[in-house]
Nanobody, 126 residues
Framework: QVQLVESGGGLVQAGGSLRLVCAAS????????MGWFRQAPGKEREFAAA????????YYADSVKGRFTISRDSAKNTLYLQMNSLKPEYTAVYYC???????????????????WGQGTQVTVSS
C-alpha cells in the first residue's frame, strides 16, 4: 500500500522560506514522476511543481518559477519542495502526488497521478 505523508508546512512571513517534505512508503519513488500541487482557500487545486521519473527534468508553474525547487532523495524515498521568497498568495494546502510510471507528459494534470498525500498547510503572512 502506497502512502505519501507531507510535513514541513507552517506559518512564515512574506519573504521567508519553507521546505516541504513528502515521505513515501510502499513503493520506491526513484523511477516515478512526482508532483506538488496546492489548493488555496476557495480555489481549485493547482499544479506547482513536478519531477520526472527518469532523468532530471523538472517542471514549475509560472507563478512559482525561480522561487520553488523540487527534488528527490531516492535513498530516503522522499520528495522535497524548497520554497523561497514566499508570498501571501502562496498560502494553501500543499499536496504531494505520485505517478506509477516515469513518463511526465501530463504532469500538469491531477488525474495523471495515482496516489496523493493528505496535505500540509502553508500560511504566508504579509
Amino acid at each position: 500500500q502506497v502512502q505519501l505523508v507531507e510535513s514541513g508546512g507552517g506559518l512564515v512571513q512574506a519573504g521567508g522560506s519553507l521546505r516541504l517534505v513528502c515521505a513515501a512508503s510502499g513503493r520506491t519513488i526513484s523511477s516515478d514522476t512526482m508532483g506538488w500541487f496546492r489548493q488555496a482557500p476557495g480555489k481549485e487545486r493547482e499544479f506547482a511543481a513536478a519531477i520526472s521519473g527518469i532523468g532530471i527534468s523538472t517542471y514549475y508553474a509560472d507563478s512559482v518559477k525561480g522561487r520553488f525547487t523540487i527534488s528527490r532523495d531516492s535513498a530516503k524515498n522522499t520528495l522535497y519542495l524548497q520554497m523561497n521568497s514566499l508570498k501571501p498568495e502562496y498560502t494553501a494546502v500543499y499536496y504531494c502526488a505520485e505517478r506509477a510510471a516515469s513518463d511526465s507528459r501530463r504532469y500538469y494534470y491531477e488525474d495523471f497521478y495515482n496516489w496523493w498525500g493528505q496535505g500540509t498547510q502553508v500560511t504566508v503572512s504579509s
